[in-house]
């Protein structure tokens, strides 16, 4: 009786850690790859206020607003811009602008990350590219990894040109269950990121892009917001890729195939 009440307690104090420690665990802006890839794109450094007077940090690649659609790439919830580099250098490529920001608490910004806040700073970044000129049927949504949970919130019901999801996952309640299967991440999770509630209200063109050896995002989730998805709907699957995808030659004409029908 004794050892159950020492396990029952333990695992109480597990539960109350995870609690009040969980968005540390889900939020790593300090995990650093990719330190020594160089940036090749001309790109302008931007501060984008949110409503709640949050600055982020943004990096603009601004090419040709009349005739190219202008993509916002939303990160995924480990490192900083620089780690993005590699996918950017790419980008200055294609027939596109961009822009990408920082989450807060993320790349010096201040602030702490949560679900609310990185909608808001989504949104902002979209607001500020309206300022700038470009309406959203000009817009294309990129989200990678965690970031495909604020580019699905955000494109629900609107006009723009596209959506690209790199390594979408379900909800993560689902995806904690993967890491936690014996703690009731229902009730303690505080970030829920439904994505496949909220997928079957975009209504624009998406793009889902996963690999099966995905070791932290299983490659079904991906699959499944494929599924649900309405159309047109385009697919980038791979058998070799991990989390962090390939962005090789197959990649890219992907993502310029997709692009292309959007003009």
Excluded: C
């Excluded at 409503?51 to 202008?70: P, S």
């Excluded at 723009?160 to 996952?169: K, M, N, Q, R, S």
């Excluded at 159309?231 to 993502?255: G, V």
Aim: aromatic letters at 14%.
């Amino acid at each position: 009786m004794q050892l159950i009440l020492i396990i029952f307690f333990v695992y109480f104090l597990v539960l109350v850690f995870l609690y009040f420690y969980q968005r540390n665990l889900l939020y790593l802006p300090n995990e650093n790859n990719y330190s020594n890839t160089k940036i090749s794109a001309n790109i302008q450094k931007v501060k984008i206020t949110t409503k709640d007077n949050i600055e982020l940090l943004g990096w603009y690649h601004k090419k040709d607003l009349e005739n190219f659609k202008t993509l916002v790439f939303f990160h995924g919830n480990a490192g900083s811009l620089e780690n993005r580099i590699y996918k950017l250098n790419h980008f200055q490529h294609m027939n596109i602008n961009f822009l990408i920001i920082a989450w807060r608490g993320f790349s010096g910004n201040k602030g702490k990350p949560s679900e609310e806040g990185l909608y808001e700073d989504g949104r902002s970044a979209i607001d500020w590219l309206n300022k700038e000129g470009i309406n959203d049927k000009d817009i294309i949504i990129y989200g990678e990894s965690l970031g495909t949970g604020v580019a699905i919130h955000l494109a629900q019901n609107k006009n723009f040109a596209g959506v690209i999801l790199e390594t979408p996952f379900t909800s993560m309640i689902a995806a904690a269950k993967k890491f936690y299967p014996y703690i009731p991440v229902n009730f303690l999770l505080k970030d829920k990121y439904e994505n496949d509630k909220k997928v079957k209200n975009i209504k624009v063109p998406i793009m889902i892009m996963h690999g099966e050896k995905d070791s932290i995002v299983p490659f079904s989730m991906g699959k499944k917001i494929f599924d649900i998805s309405n159309e047109p709907k385009y697919s980038y699957f791979t058998k070799e890729d991990n989390h962090m995808m390939e962005y090789d030659n197959q990649l890219i004409n992907a993502l310029k195939s997709f692009i292309k029908t959007l003009n």
